[in-house]
């Protein structure tokens, strides 16, 4: 296949361009750095990935190269949990993802010919948050800041004129960044703890697993319409914490207090303090099948 990416560079994409070169397919790095990225996909490790700078919420040339591509996976948007929430990077979180994926869509809906598949990214922060619910992809949206994103991310998505499949990105575990690689330090330290009252769900999923089902989603043309991308067995914070120390031999005794982590964080602390308890049900129905569907087994092929 013959695959555009934007938001390559980031956690989930970068894993994702290796697992595509790897399988012999070639890929586009749409990217707002190309020099950084001819760095990080240098040409003799992937001499099948070309890049292309591009500005995601204006229209340009690189509109111009969609039709040469068979499927368009669409990653960016501003970091969710990299600081604080100021009135200006709630903007841009909305903005990236709003403004970008429209621009993204006008430029696939004129390709002739058109990508054959559209993945788009979206979050289960599209539900809001509980801790008695249970959600599958049937679930009504939430009515916070992420989940009114998420509506209006996945509604510029919906415009397309191509198969397309949201995926609602859980928690994605990579040792070498995202959630998990900014805790485990504090455990390696034997200081680690659940982050608030613990009794949060946290709805995951391993790296490997998400890439699988991006790779599922773009080649099964069966797959179409919004899918959970998160692991059948999600589990509060205290055990996810529990886990971890287990996994790792390290104590899970001294919780990081709400109030340091909203004084750190402000609203955006409720990604880690506030969750909802996610189930892929129309994932598992596609025939999808998990590597990791169990915490233990995630956290322990990474962790190791
Ligand atoms: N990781 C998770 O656990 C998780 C969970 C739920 C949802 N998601 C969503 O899934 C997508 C990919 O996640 P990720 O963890 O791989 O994200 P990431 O590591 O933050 O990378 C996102 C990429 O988007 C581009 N980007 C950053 N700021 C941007 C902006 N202001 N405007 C346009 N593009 C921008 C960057 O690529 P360039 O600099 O190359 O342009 C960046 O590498 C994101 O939209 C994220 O919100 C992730």
Redesign the pocket.
């Known amino acids: 296949m013959r695959v555009m990416i ?9 894993r994702l361009v290796e697992r595509l070169h790897h399988e012999g397919h070639t890929i586009l ?5 190309p020099e ?2 001819t760095q990080q996909f240098d040409r003799h490790r992937f001499p099948r990935v070309e890049i292309m700078g ?1 500005t ?2 204006e229209p340009g040339m690189w509109q111009e190269t969609i039709p040469q591509w068979d499927g368009v996976v669409n ?6 949990a ?1 600081g604080r929430w100021t009135e200006a990077i709630k903007q ?2 909305r ?3 709003e403004v ?1 994926t429209r621009t993204l869509v006008e430029g696939i809906n004129q390709a002739i010919p058109c990508p054959s598949v559209l993945v788009n ?5 599209y539900y809001g948050t509980s801790e008695t619910a249970t959600f599958d992809e049937t679930s009504p949206p939430g009515s916070d800041f992420l989940a009114t994103l998420c509506q209006a991310w996945e509604a510029e998505a919906t415009l397309v004129k191509t198969r397309l499949v949201i995926l ?7 040792a070498t ?3 998990l690689g900014k805790m485990i330090l504090p455990f390696q330290l034997f200081s680690g703890g659940p982050l608030g009252h613990g009794q949060q769900w946290v709805s995951w ?1 391993h790296i490997d697993d998400l890439v699988n089902l991006i790779l599922h989603a773009l080649t099964d043309p069966s797959m179409e319409g919004t899918f959970n ?1 998160t692991a059948p067995n999600p589990v509060r914070m205290q055990t996810f914490c529990q886990t971890i120390g287990q996994v790792i031999h390290r104590p899970s005794w001294l919780p990081v207090p709400a109030f340091a982590l909203n004084l750190l964080l402000g609203e955006g602390a409720s990604v880690v303090l506030e969750g909802q308890q996610v189930l892929p049900k129309r994932t598992l129905a596609s025939g999808f099948t998990y590597h990791y569907p169990t915490l233990p087994q995630a956290l322990t092929q990474i962790l190791k």
């Open positions: 934007t938001g390559a560079t980031g956690l989930i994409g970068s790095v749409l990217t707002r750095q950084k990225a591009y995601p919420v990653l960016a948007g501003e970091a969710i990299a841009e979180l903005r990236s993802r970008g990214a979206s979050a289960i922060g609602r990105f859980g928690i994605a575990l990579d960044g995202g959630a999923i991308a």
